[in-house]
């Protein structure tokens, strides 16, 4: 079946350390996003690429990095200049149809 | 950026229809109304879109007014599983190629007995 996988579901960090979240994709989209979700928050965007080796900062870009080095992949990376990172990370993909989401990572910083 | 408004939580009674409704009223004409929704600790599963003509799937009717400022989602049998957040989303296109989907806080949907 075609689809997003984001892994791991559940992930714990200490503070400090650089934490990388995983997006694979099989659905031959171009376009990938990811979303930070906070407690009874919608869901704010981070980064968002079009194409391969191609992307952009969202509305909170600060303390992340990604990287699109495959059009299935679209990797991100919470590093330790995130100052809240514990959140609930969403990854997103655009088809002609519309957008497909990942199931998502919660990521705890203990 | 159009931005959308939408009222936090609504209450509907399983077998009704819910009605949710979304104000978007700096939409511009090339940009289309989005519904999604979200149940806890899930990834929002898409409902339906529309650009001008009311619309209708499996899942839902989406009515949107001739002056498109505001839209409403119809679930017309809404059930305990229709609990969830419910995000009504304008899509917005950049000056170049790229384009980004912008969520609000969402409507908060809660289905009783």
């Known amino acids: 079946d075609g689809g997003i996988t984001q892994s791991p579901k559940y992930l714990f960090r200490k503070e400090g350390q650089n934490v990388t979240l995983s997006c694979e994709q099989n659905l031959n989209h171009d376009a990938m996003y990811w979303y930070r979700q906070d407690p009874g928050q919608g869901l704010r965007l981070i980064y968002y690429s079009q194409i391969v080796n191609d992307f952009q900062k969202g509305d909170i870009a600060e303390g992340y990095s990604v990287s699109r080095e495959k059009k299935e992949s679209f990797p991100l990376t919470v590093t330790s200049a995130q100052k809240n990172p514990t959140a609930f990370y969403l990854c997103?993909?655009?088809?002609?149809?519309?957008?497909?989401f990942g199931s998502g990572t919660r990521l705890t910083v203990v | 950026d159009a931005k959308t408004t939408q009222p936090p939580s609504m209450d509907c009674a399983e077998g009704r229809a819910a009605n949710l409704p979304c104000n978007h009223s700096?939409?511009?004409?090339?940009?289309?109304v989005y519904w999604y929704r979200q149940i806890h600790s899930q990834g929002p599963q898409y409902i339906i879109h529309?650009?001008?003509n009311n619309e209708t799937n499996e899942m839902a009717s989406l009515i949107i007014t001739e002056d498109r400022k505001s839209s409403t989602l119809i679930l017309p049998h809404a059930t305990l599983r229709d609990t969830a957040v419910y995000y009504c989303i304008v899509r917005v296109r950049n000056t170049g190629t790229a384009s980004k989907l912008t969520f609000g806080t969402g409507t908060r949907l809660q289905v009783t007995l």
């Open positions: 997103a993909t655009k088809g002609i149809y519309g957008y497909t």
């Open positions: 529309g650009l001008k």
């Open positions: 700096t939409i511009s004409g090339n940009e289309y």
